[in-house]
């Protein structure tokens, strides 16, 4: 009974022995592979810090078409909110008053041109006689007087005459500029010019078009020291429209205030941008960014690796081993791929840079290396093998992170 009870004992440990091999395989085969992902290294790029400001828009030039002379407006020849060009006729008032008054000039001109025709013949002739002493001195002076003052009417005359055509020549009003003429102020037929001159409409040229804001003081030195420190020419202004789209076409800086204002210590400026296709309209509003200054050796991450859980950024590090860890982050200026992080990561840390929603901290993956600039990897190479160098960063391309107000990229 002992040897069977040992046999007993011994083939029930066998088969328990048995039973946790099986078990471990098992949980060996199911156990996951680390999953391939794409991580990026963080680097280290000389980034742009942009201000953004709210400017409005006004037009280049405007110009108030006004009636110069009273009278009934008679005809309006152009399209309200149409482009009109320089010298097209625009407005017609009833001419016939100023025709009459242009013809009673001539009149007028015409008699006193006889008058003083006669009157120097007759200085003449009485001239001659006062050499040959058959006129006295008195009466021969007395023809001379009257020639020099019909000679003096004359004048006069002509000038009523130029002015005469002047006035008629107001009846036709014609356009200054070029540009789009706004809607009409008075309409066919009603009495224009009586006792001031009535605004007809208006003419604002279109392409280009000014954006004014103003700038603090803090941001204006930062921008000239860096510009200096740079030497670099006219810096990129850009345009966001009420949208959020980026406007097609760059500015140029056209003016700035010579003096900061005491009361908002602020500096206005006034930039220039082209507008061939009429989008940008005066009274807008839209936001400036120009760049104030550069971040050197900035370190950059992608944008796309950036988690945002109320307002407190954090990305997703990458241990040697593959493991997941979430890390916090402060950033700084940021354009359309990269953002500069300020605290929280180093040069060379591994940032996982897709599947951020699909991981939690703790799992492991098979870390992918790929360009900071490319979204998908050309020649994915492991961690511990990849040594690519991304290509570097334009100045020019970056963009700030969207906000309201006045502010700019650097935190």
Same mark, same amino acid.
């Given at each position: 009974m002992r040897s069977a009870s040992a046999c007993g004992f011994v083939l029930i440990l066998s088969l328990a022995l048995a039973g946790c091999s099986g078990d471990k395989k098992k949980a060996e085969q199911a156990a996951p592979e680390a999953v391939p992902m794409k991580v990026v290294k963080a680097e280290t790029r000389d980034m742009p810090n942009w201000g953004e400001w709210v400017g409005q828009i006004s037009a280049h030039e405007t110009v108030e078409v006004r009636a110069r002379v009273a009278g009934f407006l008679i005809k309006k020849n152009f399209e309200e909110g149409r482009t009109v060009k320089k010298g097209d006729l625009l407005f017609v008032i009833d001419p016939k008053p100023f025709e009459e008054d242009l013809k009673q000039a001539q009149s007028g001109l015409e008699y006193n041109q006889a008058l003083y025709n006669k009157a120097a013949k007759d200085l003449v002739r009485f001239q001659k006689l006062f050499k040959e002493g058959v006129v006295s001195r008195d009466e021969y002076e007395s023809y001379e007087t009257q020639a020099a003052t019909y000679k003096a009417q004359l004048a006069d005359n002509r000038a009523k005459v130029e002015n005469a055509k002047i006035q008629l020549g107001y009846t036709k009003i014609y356009s200054p500029i070029d540009g789009v003429i706004g809607r009409v102020q008075v309409d066919v037929g009603n009495l224009v010019g009586q006792g001031e001159n009535t605004l007809l409409a208006t003419i604002s040229t279109m392409d280009p078009v000014y954006v004014s804001f103003n700038v603090s003081e803090g941001d204006y030195i930062r921008a000239m020291r860096d510009k200096q420190a740079r030497d670099s020419g006219d810096r990129p202004i850009r345009l966001v429209l009420a949208d959020g789209s980026e406007y097609s076409h760059p500015g140029s800086f056209d003016m700035v205030n010579p003096t900061v204002d005491p009361q908002t210590g602020t500096l206005g400026i006034r930039v220039l941008f082209p507008n061939p296709g009429n989008l940008l309209k005066p009274g807008q509003y839209a936001k400036v960014r120009v760049r104030v200054s550069n971040h050197q =050796? $900035?370190? %950059? *991450?992608?944008? &796309? $690796? *950036?988690?945002? #859980?109320q307002?407190?950024?954090?990305?997703?590090? %990458? +241990?040697? +081993?593959? &493991? *997941?860890? =979430?890390?916090? #982050?402060k950033l700084g200026t940021e354009s359309a791929s990269l953002a500069v992080v300020t605290e929280g990561v180093k040069e060379g840390d591994m940032i996982l840079a897709e599947g951020i929603n699909r991981v939690k901290p703790g799992m492991k993956i098979k870390p992918v290396v790929v360009p900071m600039e490319s979204g998908a990897p050309q020649q994915p190479a492991p961690a511990e093998d990849a040594g690519t160098t991304p290509a570097p960063v334009s100045g020019d391309t970056a963009q700030p992170a969207s906000g309201d107000g006045a502010k700019t990229g650097a935190e």
């Open positions: =050796n $900035a370190v %950059v *991450i992608p944008v &796309t $690796a *950036i988690m945002d #859980v307002g407190m950024k954090s990305v997703y590090l %990458v +241990d040697a +081993d593959g &493991t *997941i860890k =979430n890390q916090p #982050v």
